[in-house]
């Protein structure tokens, strides 16, 4: 069965930093692109960033580039997202998503599966 389940998410002050944990079962994540996104109460779901060893690279959105980090661990078949410089407009509920697909994109479409979220609030 696949699965993503995401951790980390908390509650941070501007400026602070939270790294989120997107653990996959029944695939391995190097087979993969994982994608992070996030939703922010009243708003459309939107991409951050993602990582493809099939692509050969990684992808951020603007409004988090220089701050955010995706990296994977293979032996632990988990996608971590390293957020640092937090801001509350960060503040969003966010979800790991995976895709056969090669490539390095982070619209919702591609991804199929899907964790539950993991909640991330930054306080100003």
């Known amino acids: 069965e696949v699965q993503l389940v995401e951790s980390g998410g908390g509650l941070v002050q501007a400026g602070g930093s939270l790294r989120l944990s997107c653990a996959a079962a029944g695939f391995s994540v190097d087979d993969y692109t994982i994608g992070w996104f996030r939703q922010a109460p009243g708003k459309e779901r939107e991409g951050v960033s993602c990582i493809s060893s099939r692509a050969g690279g990684t992808y951020y959105a603007d409004s988090v580039k220089g701050r955010f980090t995706i990296s994977s661990d293979n032996a632990k078949n988990t996608v971590y997202l390293q957020m640092n410089s937090l801001k509350p407009e960060d503040t969003a509920v966010y979800y790991c998503?995976?895709?056969?697909?090669?490539?390095?994109?982070?619209?919702?479409?591609?991804?199929?599966?899907w964790g539950q979220g993991t909640q991330v609030t930054v306080s100003s």
């Open positions: 998503a995976a895709t056969h697909h090669t490539i390095l994109v982070v619209i919702t479409d591609p991804y199929v599966y």
